[in-house]
């Protein structure tokens, strides 16, 4: 893995802060889609509803091919995970968090509860941690693993691996930041912010509605 390159990704996620965004998201040339193309929609509109200052979700044009993505890595047991993972249910969200991100941590009950209450067939979430690479020490890997149970988070969450940076955590200037992607493991949005547990549940449902 290029050390490097990943250092110097979650050096400007720390720059960046938890609680700040970019006026754009930067979207690398691995994700083929073009931002100034993709429709945008508030998802909420009141300020109770906000986690911080300013979210929006971006779906992808539909005069677009769709980008798909590929990626290998490994969870916090040790076990290997790919993007043949996208077949188990119709609709996957990944959350791209890191292990210092306030917002990233406070949402996160409310995403383990979201993750027991869905069909797998329909829904599966899946958590990438952005500051801890495949790899890592023991002691690295044992402290996600005591925030995760401590944030009732109790879904799949994955390692940093080369191919979830250059395919996806790359392109992420903000965290938490959020993807959908359907069964053929394409890409249909990304939310960035932290946001309550009833606000996800509508962006899912919409999702999954609009699959039928």
């Known amino acids: ?122 829904f599966q979430l899946i958590g990438v941690v952005c500051d801890v690479e495949e790899g890592a020490s023991k002691e690295q890997v044992d402290y996600v693993k005591s925030l995760v149970e401590k944030t009732k988070a109790n879904y799949t969450h994955l390692l940093l691996s080369e191919s979830l940076l250059n395919k996806l955590v790359s392109a992420v200037y903000y965290v938490p930041t959020t993807f959908f992607f359907n069964q053929d493991g394409e890409l249909i949005g990304y939310v960035e912010s932290a946001y309550r547990k009833d606000v996800w549940k509508d962006i899912i449902d919409g999702l999954l509605e609009d699959m039928q």
């Open 1 to 122: 893995m290029k050390k490097i390159k990943i250092l110097m990704v979650l050096l400007c996620l720390v720059m960046l802060g938890c609680n700040k965004k970019p006026e754009d998201i930067l979207i690398t040339e691995e994700l083929k889609f073009d931002a100034t193309e993709a429709t945008t929609s508030e998802i909420v509109t009141t300020e109770a509803d906000k986690e911080s200052t300013s979210s929006t979700v971006t779906e992808e044009s539909t005069e677009k091919k769709a980008y798909v993505l590929k990626f290998e890595s490994t969870n916090l047991d040790g076990e290997k995970v790919t993007s043949d993972c996208f077949t188990n249910s119709k609709l996957t969200m990944i959350n791209v968090w890191g292990t210092y991100c306030s917002p990233c941590l406070g949402e996160m009950p409310d995403l383990g509860e979201i993750a027991n209450e869905y069909d797998k067939a329909d």
